[in-house]
């Protein structure tokens, strides 16, 4: 069974720096776009970051450009996401997403596997 934990969530204050990781397990992800998705307290889920599956294609958010970078290490079935600059409105449950069809378009319409979530806050 495919299965994506997310990890590297805590609390930080305004201007520092996370790094999240995403492990995915049950069957290689190698050939699927992997993304980043966030859910803030009463709102709802939004999209963060997406990388295709050779790692040679990104596409963020717009809240996130030049302060977040994903990447992928698909020798070990990991996608991370580095968060500089962290800001309060950064706040939420941060979600990996895996969609087999490889690139980042793709994960935008459909997400096949969701992992569990980790928190991330960020204090003023």
């Known amino acids: 069974q495919a299965q994506l934990l997310e990890s590297g969530g805590g609390l930080v204050q305004a201007g520092g720096s996370l790094r999240l990781s995403c492990a995915a397990s049950?069957?290689?992800?190698?050939?699927?776009?992997m993304g980043w998705f966030r859910q803030a307290p009463g709102k709802e889920r939004e999209f963060v970051a997406a990388?295709?599956?050779?790692?040679?294609?990104?596409y963020y958010t717009d809240s996130v450009k030049g302060r977040f970078t994903i990447s992928r290490d698909n020798a070990l079935n990991t996608v991370y996401l580095q968060m500089n600059s962290l800001k309060p409105e950064d706040t939420a449950m941060y979600y990996c997403?895996?969609?087999?069809?490889?690139?980042?378009?793709?994960?935008?319409?459909?997400?096949?596997?969701w992992g569990q979530g980790t928190l991330v806050t960020v204090s003023s």
């Open positions: 049950g069957r290689t992800f190698s050939t699927d776009a």
């Open positions: 997403a895996a969609n087999k069809f490889g690139s980042t378009s793709d994960i935008l319409v459909r997400v096949d596997a």
């Open positions: 990388i295709n599956w050779s790692g040679h294609s990104t």
